[in-house]
């Protein structure tokens, strides 16, 4: 499917092009979701370089995901979305930027493609150039990368709160499951989040450094830098956020260790206490013929009572050393 966005006094005028038709010469931001051979050929012939299949997007690369042709720099980038869609294939996103027109590619479903749309249609300020749709859609996915790292720090917390204020026990085993399984799906967000940070620091560097070559103005340039400061802080905020998650991680493993080692402890003292017993029963189980107590009439009530009685010496030994 190919959308094509036109300039225009409001904004940019969005453009279903149909099947079979061709892409208005004046488009200047030309989205291909999902494209067929025949849609991506047309789109190369409009903006004169070659755009990538879907398998040499989800190439990682960097010569197949940053490169220069035909006077057209070829982008591509992990997108937010990664933090739901693990497959590059769907959630990269490629750009083909001169300094007229950009194309993007996707197979995917994109929250920032949306609000950049969106926005492109009703902004006058947007320049209608290649350049300038480029970064518009880069201030939308930059703004959603910091939204998915802010949700998996409440998500953080949350667990937090889970963990240290008791809400866990080891005597319902999924429930420390679910903990850890918790703290693992937040960690995989925060890994992916790293690999769209990374990426677009990459694409920010090789953008800044082609500059000539799409003639970006030097309110772009500034942009450029700006949208930098911007990642590095995003990813610093999950760095410290991956820190956390380890120290979580570990602090749950521990908290279910010591639950794990006080039952043990039970269990280690009751068989204490009833070892006395147990020997008790032991000696007047031997049935000698020399053993006065067992002709004797009160012989068994006392040895029950001896029983009981070590029993009870036994538990109050262990309670007044603290350890029950």
Known sequence: ?????????????????????????????????????????????????????????????????????????????????AVREPDLRISSLTFVLNARRLATVRYGESASVAMSTKRAQVDTTVPHTGPG????????????????????????DAMSLTVFEGRI???????????????????????????????MSRLLLFLSLHRKTIAMTQEQQAACKSLGRDINSIREHADSLDNKLNFLLDATVGLVTLEQNQIIKIFSVLAVIFLPPTLIASIYGMNFAGMPELHWAYGYPFSIAVMVLSVLLTFLFFRWRKLL
């Not at 996915?141 to 939204?147: E, L």
Request: glycine share 4%; charged share 25%; aromatic share 6%.
């Open 133 to 156: 749709a480029m970064f518009l859609l880069l201030d939308a996915i930059i703004d959603r990368a910091a939204d998915e790292v802010e949700k998996a720090s409440a998500e953080f």
């Open 1 to 81: 499917m190919i959308t094509a966005y036109l300039p225009s006094t409001s904004g940019m005028e969005r453009v279903q092009v149909a099947q079979g038709s061709p892409i208005p010469t004046t488009a200047l931001w030309i989205d291909l979701y999902k494209p067929t051979n025949e849609e991506r050929e047309k789109a190369e012939k409009l903006i004169g370089a070659r755009i990538p299949t879907a398998q040499e997007m989800s190439q990682i690369e960097t010569s197949e995901r940053l490169y220069e042709e035909a006077g057209a720099l070829v982008m591509t980038m992990v997108m937010p979305m």
């Open 169 to 199: 026990s080891v005597r319902k085993s999924q429930d420390y499951k679910d903990a850890i399984r918790a703290i693992g799906h937040v960690g995989l967000k925060v890994a992916r989040m790293h690999d769209v940070c990374a990426t």
